[in-house]
């Protein structure tokens, strides 16, 4: 790892900074000041960006006690000017402005109170919160611990609702342990939120809470952007907008089935990774396509709104409503561009293969497994065309895998190199909070994967309003939307290699 990746000592850990500035070889990154959080890629040795928002070494427990420190630049005649300098200062301000550029109109209050010995008051409750991190769904809080803690404090309790309207209800958030930094996620694009903070002691008693409350404001969402775009589908609650992806008619094989997608601008040579979703009829994999898009593109469960991939035609809703059949006739590739709001930060093709073990015949299972060794086949033989996971989507409640489907799943693992293992998922369906059965099913069937995730789209397109619904949905929402996140989040460490290695006979 080289020297430039790691954090530098003295411009992080002593009041007076670094007196080499830009001659050090190590990394000054002004975002990283008051972030107590080590970068997860850095320890990995991935990680070398300079301006990267986590810190570059190992944050021990007494780094945090740097507020009890005095700034060496408020001594100056200058004063301090570094943004969220996690020192302490004998002069505050009330209404001193916290900004940088991952915060968007962000209001830093001090909840101290000066003496005229210009020393603090001790309080006992913990400071106004500063944002450290700000995304179009999660801000990331960091805060002092109250001076008069007397060693009782378990954990910290955050409370925070929309700003716009004082009916807007209280949610919270809990730390669970004694740390002072926590990430609020599942919030709407573009909102400004209040915050306070209060401690919880070993009873479940609460202290006080931080004084004044403070705002920060979200990054606006993929979703926000799009739906100007979009066509809207459906005009009840929540409302339905279809992504406007773009058809590349050049890449239409009516022979062979197989079409692609693309949303966003292309910028040749980017490279990114790509999915392949199997399952069988009824599985729930449209459905399951639906809720990851709402993902990539930020879409909150407060939000009014939903997406969807595409508008089914009079023969699909059929299909739709019937799940003994297939909803999806062709080889589809979706191809979603990174951009601003989006929760990935690369690339993504989504490839939809029509559903097998179907009321039809055989045949056709048989003519799928083709067309998807075709289709992999014409990638590998394209520059960085390479499979990054192959995705089982299956029902949780299955207690066996029908003859149809181990038949399929066997088939479509002949494609595969046995070292290919790593890279397979399942995907599974129609979940609730207990252990999915279909997992013995699978282990039964001898099916290979490295990672099981957890989904019920059941929550997807329903009202969040009607109380009865909403509070059934908000939980399988969030039970989706984390397992998504921890999908794409092991899905680029991944490691992409050739999907296949041809196999001879």
């Not at 008069?148 to 954990?155: A, C, L, R, S």
């Not at 589908?233 to 692609?260: C, G, L, M, W």
């Not at 252990?435 to 099916?447: S, T």
Request: net charge positive.
């Amino acid at each position: 790892m080289s020297a430039f990746g790691n954090d530098c000592h003295f411009y992080y850990n002593t009041s007076s900074g670094c007196e080499k500035r830009d001659r050090c070889p190590f990394r000054h990154s002004e975002p990283a000041i008051s972030c107590f959080v080590t970068c997860n890629f850095w320890q990995k040795g991935r990680c070398t960006k300079s301006n990267c928002k986590y810190r570059h070494s190992v944050v021990k427990h007494q780094q945090k006690k740097r507020e009890l420190i005095p700034c060496f630049h408020e001594t100056q005649p200058s004063g301090c000017s570094r943004p969220g300098c996690p020192f302490k200062h004998s002069k505050l301000d009330p209404t001193t402005r916290y900004n940088n550029e991952d915060t968007l109109s962000a209001t830093h209050a001090m909840a101290s109170v000066e003496t005229g010995s210009g020393f603090l008051e001790p309080s006992s409750s913990p400071s106004a919160p500063i944002c450290l991190i700000c995304t179009s769904n999660s801000i990331m809080l960091s805060w002092r611990e109250p001076d008069n803690t007397n060693g009782n404090i378990n954990e910290y309790k955050i409370v925070f609702r929309e700003y716009s309207t004082s009916s807007s209800r209280w949610k919270s958030a809990t730390t669970k342990s004694k740390q002072t930094v926590c990430t609020v996620n599942g919030l709407k694009g573009d909102t400004q939120y209040e915050f306070k903070i209060c401690t919880v002691d070993r009873d479940g008693e609460e202290g006080s809470f931080s004084h004044p409350s403070v705002e920060f404001k979200t990054r606006p969402s993929l979703a926000n952007h799009v739906i100007a775009s979009a066509m809207r589908v459906r005009h009840s609650d929540p409302e339905i907008y279809k992504i406007p992806f773009q058809k590349i008619k050049s890449s239409t094989n009516n022979a062979a089935k197989t079409q692609e997608y693309h949303f966003g601008k292309k910028i040749p040579g980017s490279s990114g990774k790509t999915i392949m979703l199997v399952g069988a009829s009824g599985s729930g994999k449209s459905a399951l396509l639906d809720g990851m898009i709402n993902y990539i593109f930020g879409v909150s469960w407060d939000d009014n709104f939903r997406l969807t991939m595409v508008e089914l035609s009079d023969a699909e809703k059929t299909r739709y409503t019937d799940q003994t059949k297939s909803q999806t006739e062709w080889i589809t590739s979706y191809t979603i561009s990174s951009m601003s709001g989006s929760n990935l930060g690369y690339d993504l093709q989504i490839v939809d293969t029509p559903g097998f073990g179907n009321t039809r015949d055989l045949v056709r299972d048989i003519d799928i497994v083709d067309k998807m060794k075709e289709f992999i086949k014409s990638r590998e033989s394209q520059r960085n065309k390479k499979l990054d996971g192959l995705c089982f989507v299956v029902q949780a409640p299955l207690v066996r895998l029908t003859t149809p489907q181990i038949s399929s799943f066997n088939a479509i693992l002949s494609l595969f190199d046995q070292n290919f293992v790593n890279h397979i998922y399942v995907l599974i369906t129609f979940a609730d909070g207990n252990k999915p059965l279909v997992l013995d099913a699978l282990q039964g069937a001898k099916v290979p994967f490295k990672k099981f995730y957890k989904f019920n789209n059941s929550a997807l397109f329903v009202s969040t309003q009607d109380s009865q619904e909403s509070e059934f949905g908000s939980l399988y929402w969030k039970m989706g939307m984390e397992s998504f996140r921890l999908f794409f989040d092991n899905l680029q460490c991944a490691q992409t290699k050739s999907s296949q290695k041809t196999k001879q006979k």
